[in-house]
């Protein structure tokens, strides 16, 4: 495992869509791991990127300069009562897998999330996909629901799982979400865990 001590985490910027487009676009062009079929091109990454960030995080992670992994959270559905859950994605690049980009990723999104009153964190996995399952099982998710033969690509059907892990505690009353945008957040370096 590499040393984690030189990565950084922060927020993510329109100019880091090229590096992002290279992680994401193996998994688009070889892979079942996510069904978006076509890599998106950087334009339409700068344009997810920036409107993410109004309201949701979408954190990136660098090493020695070079970002290796990415990870954000958006809506998991319209409607109004959702707001207090949200959809969680992680990729990481091949050459930094199995060195702890995703969980310091994901855990830096857990702070951000709390912070910003986000109760539930779902995350949708393609099956089969042991090293997926084990990843989210190791960081406190519960498998809540398996949908068989849910979608059609590279070839063949894909079961498709969901998992749910607590953020923050459920009020009786829960005030609005605070938009990421809004969210006094300095510097989410200091709230990675990157040296764990």
């Given at each position: ?12 910027e ?6 992002i487009?290279?992680?994401?676009a ?9 069904f978006?079929e ?8 700068v344009?997810r990127?920036?409107?993410?960030l ?8 660098e ?8 990870a954000?959270?958006?809506k998991?559905?319209?409607?109004r009562?959702?707001q ?6 992680v990729y990481?690049?091949a050459?930094a897998?199995g060195?702890?980009v995703?969980?310091v990723?994901?855990e ?11 109760c ?5 996995t ?5 090293a ?7 960081l406190?998710?519960?498998?809540v ?14 079961d ?8 923050h505690?459920?009020?009786d009353?829960p ?13 989410v370096?200091?709230v ?5």
């Amino acid at each position: 495992m590499d040393d984690a001590s030189d990565q950084r985490v922060r927020v993510a910027e329109p100019s880091d869509a090229g590096a992002i487009r290279d992680i994401y676009a193996p998994f688009c062009e070889s892979s079942a791991v996510t069904f978006e079929e076509t890599p998106p091109t950087e334009a339409e990454l700068v344009e997810r990127i920036e409107s993410t960030l109004e309201t949701y995080p979408w954190l990136v992670c660098e090493r020695e300069g070079e970002v290796v992994g990415y990870a954000y959270a958006s809506k998991l559905r319209k409607r109004r009562a959702y707001q207090w859950v949200v959809e969680l994605s992680v990729y990481v690049a091949a050459d930094a897998r199995g060195t702890g980009v995703g969980r310091v990723l994901y855990e830096s999104l857990f702070d951000v999330l709390e912070r910003q009153g986000v109760c539930d964190a779902y995350a949708v996995t393609t099956l089969p996909n042991p090293a997926t399952v084990a990843f989210h099982e190791r960081l406190g998710f519960d498998r809540v629901v398996d949908f068989p033969a849910m979608g059609y690509t590279e070839g063949d059907w894909h079961d498709v799982a969901w998992w749910r892990r607590s953020i923050h505690e459920k009020a009786d009353d829960p005030e609005p979400i605070t938009p990421f945008s809004e969210l006094e957040l300095v510097d989410v370096d200091a709230v990675a865990r990157s040296d764990e």
